[in-house]
């Protein structure tokens, strides 16, 4: 089997692994507590857990429409307590701000703005 081949079986058998697992952890667990002493699948629930995670992370990884990229775009970007960041972004696109700059600030444009010189020469009392 080539690469692609199971690139596009995991693709195509996500929603059934989906299902199964649903159906299956909620039986182990059933199974646990009415008629096994205790945690009796704990390691097996484990095991399937992170090949799920994995076919989870593969397949979502690769399937991405205009909805879910609409969504993300909403949330990461139009959410309201997040409009300093993006404006700071816009404004200093190239990482230029009064953090990381040797002459200090910078102005609306990004551009270094320099201290005056009675700053820079005034000594601490």
């Known amino acids: 089997m080539t690469l ?7 693709l195509a058998s996500y929603r059934w692994h989906q299902s199964a697992f649903m159906v299956g952890f909620a039986g182990m667990l059933v199974v ?20 799920f995670g994995v076919h989870f992370m593969v397949f979502r990884s690769q399937a991405v429409d205009e909805e879910w ?24 696109p190239y990482g230029l701000s009064a953090y990381r700059t040797e002459l200090g600030r910078v102005d609306k444009d990004g551009n270094p703005v320099k201290p005056a010189d009675d700053e820079t020469t005034k000594e601490p009392k």
């Open 32 to 51: 646990d507590f009415f008629f096994l002493d205790g945690w009796a699948t704990f390691w097996l629930m484990v095991v399937w857990s992170l090949v």
């Open 69 to 92: 990229v609409r969504e993300k775009i909403i949330f990461d970007v139009y959410r309201p307590w997040d409009y300093g960041h993006i404006d700071e972004i816009k404004n200093n």
């Open 4 to 10: 692609d081949g199971l690139n596009k079986f995991l």
